[in-house]
């Protein structure tokens, strides 16, 4: 059994059409199996915020993915509330793949220790 707990920030940015200038928004999520149903939404924000959220993911290793789509349909969401299942798939695929890239780490980790 694979226990998945991880924690990811997405990262988009949207024009501001009458200001013709770029929004950033960041939405991180937390997924605990034996605690969530879905990933849940534990941060959100826009603009200073949003670069203060990815700031902080950077300092703390927390993986990062760009997706201005998916961060637009997860700002809509409340903090606390877990994803819809209408995005599972897209937000599985970023889990997926953070987790692959754990378990590659966690590898390499484990083989400069034996050096």
Request: hydrophobic share 40%.
């Amino acid at each position: 059994m694979i226990n998945l707990q991880y924690r990811s920030v997405l990262k988009g940015a949207e024009r501001d059409l009458h200001k013709r200038k770029k929004i950033k928004h960041a939405v991180a999520l937390r997924y605990q199996q034996e605690k969530d149903n879905a990933p849940v939404i534990i941060a959100k924000g826009q603009d200073q915020v949003a670069e203060k959220i990815i700031s902080l993911a950077k300092e703390w290793e927390i993986p990062t993915e760009k997706n201005a789509f998916l961060v637009q349909e997860l700002y809509k969401l409340d903090l606390g509330q877990e994803i819809p299942p209408e995005i599972y798939e897209a937000v599985a695929i970023i889990l997926v793949t953070i987790h692959e890239f754990d378990q590659k780490m966690n590898c390499q980790n484990k083989n400069n220790q034996n050096i």
